[in-house]
Antibody, heavy 120, light 108 residues
Framework: QVQLVESGGGLVKPGGSLRLSCAAS????????MSWIRQAPGKGLEWVSY????????YYADSVKGRFTISRDNAENSLYLQMNSLTAGDTAVYYC?????????????WGQGTLVTVSS | SFVVTQPPSVSVAPGKTARITCGGN??????VHWYQQKPGQAPVLVIY???DRPSGIPERFSGSNSGNTATLTISRVEAGDEADYFC???????????FGGGTKLAVL
């Protein structure tokens, strides 16, 4: 079955950097758009970024544009999120999610998330 | 950008029907998906493309979308349905996922 396992979260100081990873299994990774979604403690969901199956099409939320970089390695079945210039506002659980194969950008499978805490 | 509004909470007795709304200007012209999130867990897709159900989701879950309101309906509510529910509006590829603020469903 589909499995998505995030890693790389932790405590980082403001202005610092972190790289999140998402290991995918149970499906043909290279066939799917993949996304990063975050959820601040006790808050709602925010779509951070997505990347197309080929890696050609990329989206970033305005809140992270210029600071975060999404990438993927289809040979390694992995998705990444490089996060730079982190602020307290980036504190959240970060989920890796697989988008559906249609055009509606539904998020049909999610990982369990990795917590990123930005604090001095 | 597209603004989406959900009621913060909905309460329902077991066995009754819960309706959770997602409001937005002419939301009926967009595509809406719904997610269930239980405490400490990742969200789960329960309705996609307004009214379709992924495999494994009970028939008690249904959706509709028209005019300025999309609705998630849960029939014959069970204690296990207690969770936060988020709607997601797909408007266009430049704004792929505008999420509502979430609705906490309480089963009395």
């Amino acid at each position: 079955q589909v499995q998505l396992v995030e890693s790389g979260g932790g405590l980082v100081k403001p202005g610092g950097s972190l790289r999140l990873s998402c290991a995918a299994s149970g499906f043909t990774f290279s066939d799917y758009y993949m996304s990063w979604i975050r959820q601040a403690p006790g808050k709602g969901l925010e779509w951070v970024s997505y990347m197309s199956d080929s890696g050609v099409t990329i989206y970033y939320a305005d809140s992270v544009k210029g600071r975060f970089t999404i990438s993927r390695d289809n040979a390694e079945n992995s998705l990444y999120l490089q996060m730079n210039s982190l602020t307290a506002g980036d504190t959240a659980v970060y989920y890796c999610a697989r988008q559906g194969s249609g055009s509606g950008y539904d998020l049909e499978s999610w990982g369990q998330g990795t917590l990123v805490t930005v604090s001095s | 950008s597209f603004v989406v509004t959900q009621p913060p909470s909905v309460s329902v007795a077991p066995g009754k029907t819960a309706r959770i709304t997602c409001g937005g200007n002419n939301i009926g012209s967009t595509t809406v998906h719904w997610y269930q999130q239980k405490p400490g867990q990742a969200p789960v897709l329960v309705i996609y493309y307004d009214s379709d159900r992924p495999s494994g989701i009970p028939e008690r879950f249904s959706g509709s979308n028209s005019g300025n309101t999309a609705t998630l309906t849960i029939s014959r509510v069970e204690a296990g349905d207690e969770a936060d529910y988020f709607c997601q509006v797909f408007h266009n590829t430049n704004h792929p996922g505008v999420f509502g603020g979430g609705t906490k469903l309480a089963v009395l």
